[in-house]
């Protein structure tokens, strides 16, 4: 299996500030279009469903930095995934690999880019117990069906397409052979055990006298038992998984089990840590199914298992979380944060364990371009867990890491996910990154080591368990002196009033476009205090007001050194962009100094009343960053500005 360095740069889930990147890259890439007619048109609606959570993009990033600057990441490649309507399986869609073209041999950079973009998007399925995934595609791409099959991928068909002739292989690769979930997870690795044991879907878990039970009913995928088929729906396989947590099983648990009603007209299963033999017997007597932990570890796969963990929960000193170096930066400014865990691991943090306080250890892979490793740690002050869809109910603190919006993003396919709030202190940063296997001597089990190798760098997941002796080594390593002050954008004190601000450049679009806008203020702040930018998103509490176009040409007019305006077809018909534009329309007419303006179009719409010769940029071909850069240098920045 291939193994990326440990210094790789990251392939996650793409965020909803990244979006607009996305549509950029989708949009250049013509290796599909050859072989399906409607490409464009499926591309736009995709790119539509991931906006509203229907599909899931996977993105690979390569990382860069002119010299001296922090470094930072660029979106390379991409695969999209989709619930299949036809059966309880996923669809990978539109695999972007990059400097490419058709038929033509892959460079190794864009192998390495694919290989992890599929084992991304299989660990996602894994996790959330999808028994198959499939792509469909065509024959004539060899190169990528090879990267397929190198990963345990097979040709389940071979079909011609109809809308064009075009011959396709159709591939899949069943999931769930090993167990990859939260270890101390049980009632997750329970509902993984039934689906492995009998195809099947299960009911809410519900607690009965200290015991768990999770009751399911097969799924068989023929029309004989499907739900059209009423005779053969009645006679389906039906029971209940027991799960006896953290304790050996005793003769009253089998007394709860037995004394059901239902009892003797369902299948029944028993998972607890230890059973003695004569109660092993009792089952067998019972026609109960047992099974232990030790046999449990040996079922979901051995050592290729999460649950073959080096360390029990009285162990376990922390998490270890994997974080880009523009969040930590973004963290680290805070005196207080609110950080979320989800769908990975956080069972097994248990304050009450230990007089030792928990830590949040940061993983980075490239940190101020010192290499990969631990940069710093938070101390956990509280934990709490709940469902996401009950947490995106709440009122989110000031502190939050996320906003709700991007929490509801990740809720795809998972809003019954439990969701570890986290409480954090103050960050502590480290002298230098801490590797986990080269010159990891911090690191003084081996086998924890490899643990941390294997989760973090290995399968590329987002959190590992910290032991409490790593944890304290880096308890050790927070007491040295470290200033990272210089890493962090300078904090400027809220006005009373957005009128009592100077502002070095202001924006006005639409709606629709506010995904792209957000990435260009984001890249700006790297540059200019955030506080000196007039985003509308940023002042809401101050621009919700009567005789607002008054206001707004006070701001425009006096307060911003550049004003920029994104014209769109969505702008062309906004109520609000219209009243903006007339207010920056009578700017231009009036303004001594017309260089304080600077106009881009996104998609070549220009609104009625403006003239070209005022000078324009078509922004539909450019990247974010490179929309920032033009920004900055219009203001004045000549130097050390990344290119894009």
Known sequence: MYVPPENSPPVR?????????????????????????GHQVWLDKALKDVESKDRVVFGAFESYHEEGDVPTLR??????IKLS???????LKNLILPSDQPNEKL??????????????AVRFCDLRNIPKIEIELPTQEHAIISIFLGLDFRIAA????????????ILERSIGDFYHGDPFYKVKFAQWLIRCYISCETSKPEEIQNLIRIPFESKPFTRAFSDDNQVGRDKRIHGSLWLVEDDELLESHIRVITSRPDYHNELSLLLADSISEELRQRLLTEKITSIDWAEAVEIAGGPMSSLKIPMGVDDIGGVITVLEQEQILSYAGKSSLTYYLLSGIHMGLNPDVSDEPLLLAVYCHNWDNLGAGIVGCWRIDSIERLQLRRLLKREFPKDSALTKEDLDFYATYSEDEWVAVLNLGEYMP?????????????????????????ELIHNGNNSAYLDRDSAATLET??????????????EVAPATDVTDKRFKVGFSFSGKEK???????????????KASIFYYHDHLAHTSRPNYDLYLKSIYSELCDLVVPFFSLDYMTSPPCQMEWKVIREIGFSLKNPERLMYFTLDGSIPEGFSRLDGLIEASALAPGAIARLILQRLGFSESLPAY
Request: aromatic content about 8%.
């Open 13 to 37: 889930r793409i965020r909803r500030s990244e979006q607009a990147e996305l549509a950029q890259l989708c949009r250049q890439d013509k290796r599909w279009e050859k072989y399906y007619r």
């Open 158 to 169: 071979v079909r011609d397409r109809n809308d064009n002739g075009v011959r396709v292989n």
């Open 477 to 490: 390593e927070m007491q040295k002196p470290t200033d990272i002050r210089h890493l962090l954008k300078p």
């Open 430 to 454: 480290l002298p230098q990154p801490l590797p986990i296997i080269r010159n990891g001597e911090w690191i003084k089990d081996e086998k924890i080591r490899k643990y941390l190798y294997r």
């Open 107 to 120: 460079s190794p950079s864009a192998v390495e880019a694919g290989r992890r973009l599929i084992e991304k």
């Open 75 to 80: 979106l390379i490649a991409c695969i999209f």
């Open 85 to 91: 309507p036809f059966d309880k399986s996923f669809e």
């Open 515 to 529: 995904a792209i806008v957000e990435q260009i203020v984001a890249l700006l702040s790297g540059y200019i205090p």
